[in-house]
Structures are given as C-alpha cells and as structure tokens.
Antibody
Framework: EVQLVESGGGLVQPGGSLRLSCAAS????????MSWVRQAPGKGLEWVAN????????YYVDSVKGRFTISRDNAKNSLYLQMNSLRAEDTAVYYC???????????WGQGTLVTVSS | NFMLTQPHSVSESPGKTVTISCTRS????????VQWYQQRPGSAPTTVIY?????PSGVPDRFSGSIDSSSNSASLTISGLKTEDEADYYC?????????FGGGTKLTVL
C-alpha cells in the first residue's frame, strides 16, 4: 500500500522558519518526481515546488522562490520542504505528492497544516 | 504562465451524466497532459484521471477524460452519478517550469 505521511506542520510567527517532511512507502520513491502542493483555508490547490528523481532539477512557484527549498533523501525515502521567511499567506495545508512522470500526480499524502500568525 | 479555467460549480441528479470543463488560456491543451483530482470535504485530493484519459486502478469507469484542441480545453465526464461523487474537482497541467491547477469545480449531486 502506498503511503505518503507528512509531518512538521504547526504554528509559526511571521518571518519564522519551518521544515516539513514526507515519509514515503509502498512504491519506488527514487523513481518518482516529488512535489509539495498547498491549499489555503477555503481555497483551491496550489503547486509549490517539485524535484526530479535524482534531485538534479527543482522548480518553484514564483511566490516562494528564494524562501522555500525542496530536497529529498532517496536512501531514506523522504521528501523535505524548508520554509523560511514565512508570511501569513503561506498558511495552508501542505500535501506531499508523487509523480511517475513529470507533471502527473498519482499519489497524495494526507497533508500537514502550517499556520503563520503572531 | 498559463491559466486553467473551470466553472465554479455544477449540479446534477443521481444517475445522470455531468461534464466539467477546463480551458487553457495560452499554449495548446494537447502539448502537456491534463490530470483531474477529486477532493471530498475534509479529505486529501485523489487522482481520478491522468494523462488526459487514463484512470488509476480503483477508479470506476464512470469517470472519463478527454481533450478538445478546437476549444483548447479538457473535460471530465462522470456518468451514472452517485451521491458519493459530490466533491471538488480540479484539473491540472504543466509547462516547462510550472505546474498549474484550475480553480476547482464544486459538484453537487442532488
């Protein structure tokens, strides 16, 4: 059974940092593009970032460039999102997602809530 | 960057067929695959269609996807509607550096 389990969410003050993790199992993690997708309260889905199988390519939505960093550890079947200089508008549920080919999400995690507030 | 535009909401009766559209603002709809995701209230999204018209295992064949180059749009069709199909549906595609989601369509089955 495929599982993507996010962790690391919580309440953080504006300007603060947070590191999200995603533990993958049930599929060959190293063969998949991996992504973070977020959903602000009551809003739609927004792609945040993704990373190629070997980590050689990384892409970000404009609103997080320079503040967020996506990374992966294939030996640990884990995906990460380092979030710095957090803003209120970053408040959202963050989903981890897996893609067998670029652009095509097949697997979704259950999400972790990030709240940026003073 | 391009945008994907969906109707805000659609409604239909159980047993009927509904189609949700997704129009690409620039660039060809056929140039990159379109995916469709279902999100029931309080739950994470799940994939119901990928690569324009493919169904993941476990998704019933009541769900189908297509693209239309003449209107530069993609469509998700759900036949034999069930109350359990009531959810938000999002289309998604990509280009060389961005992944884009449509704004979502709320399907009401009444």
């Amino acid at each position: 059974e495929v599982q993507l389990v996010e962790s690391g969410g919580g309440l953080v003050q504006p300007g603060g940092s947070l590191r999200l993790s995603c533990a993958a199992s049930g599929f060959t993690f190293s063969s998949y593009w991996m992504s973070w997708v977020r959903q602000a309260p009551g809003k739609g889905l927004e792609w945040v970032a993704n990373i190629k199988q070997d980590g050689s390519e990384k892409y970000y939505v404009d609103s997080v460039k320079g503040r967020f960093t996506i990374s992966r550890d294939n030996a640990k079947n884990s995906l990460y999102l380092q979030m710095n200089s957090l803003r209120a508008e970053d408040t959202a549920v963050y989903y981890c997602a897996g893609s067998p080919v670029r652009g095509v999400i097949i697997y979704w995690g259950q999400g972790t809530l990030v709240t940026v507030s003073s | 960057n391009f945008m994907l535009t969906q109707p805000h909401s659609v409604s239909e009766s159980p047993g009927k067929t509904v189609t949700i559209s997704c129009t690409r603002s620039s660039g060809s709809i056929a140039s990159n695959y379109v995916q469709w995701y279902q999100q029931r209230p309080g739950s994470a999204p799940t994939t119901v269609i990928y690569e324009d018209n493919q169904r993941p295992s476990g998704v019933p064949d009541r769900f189908s996807g297509s693209i239309d180059s003449s209107s530069n749009s993609a469509s998700l069709t759900i036949s034999g509607l069930k109350t359990e199909d009531e959810a938000d549906y999002y289309c998604q595609s990509y280009d060389s550096s961005n992944w884009v989601f449509g704004g979502g369509t709320k399907l009401t089955v009444l």
